[in-house]
């Protein structure tokens, strides 16, 4: 108990923005962000020709870059595990907020360098033709999905440095050595080294499993 206490002491004393519960909130509502612009229509396509059914496309962000729906769910999964994980996987977890909030900028970047590339497999989907002429238009949502994937990646490396300011072990890992002394220290007939009460331990399994009773 004053191994946790005092982590919870260290925690509070951590700078504001470094606190868990910030940093962490902070960092979940970004992939959050970056998920839901996914959602809404990133390009809208007039498609052009007498064959055409369909004049008019909107294409959404998931399907204009799909993999920035993936890389925002990978960034909330690590901005989760930074939360519950010891230093080392804190670590991995926040490198892994870092390299998705940098995949999400780049694919939004190829969108808003090239929306007729990207919307040229929803077009020819609608219209069951490839090559089609059409003039494509951005929203602002991969704008807005390319910034909230630059303050990902900014949130990830916060989340490395703020990590630093917390506790380490939890309230059951701090249990587990004070078992251990109050088992060493009430343990009638135990050696220095803790061995004897593993032989007792030991024979009294064997004792139930012959029938006896190892109280006698």
Known sequence: MADTAGSQRAERGAP??????????????????????????????????????TAHLA????????SVSALALVGLAGTLAVAVAGRIGRTISGAIVILAGVGIVTACLAVLADPRAAAEGSIAQ????AGTDAAVGLTAFPALAAAAGALLGAAGVALLVASRHWPTRTRYDAAVPGSRGRAAAGGGGTGSDGSRSAVDG?????SLSRGEDPTD
């Open 16 to 53: 504001r923005w470094a606190r868990k519960p910030i940093i962490v909130t902070v960092a979940v509502a970004l992939a959050l962000a970056a998920f839901g612009a996914t959602t809404q229509t990133w390009l809208d396509a007039e498609v052009r020709g007498a064959a055409v059914r």
């Open 202 to 206: 030991i024979d009294g399994w064997d």
């Open 59 to 66: 294409v959404q962000g998931s399907k204009a870059a799909t």
């Open 126 to 129: 609608a219209t069951g033709l």
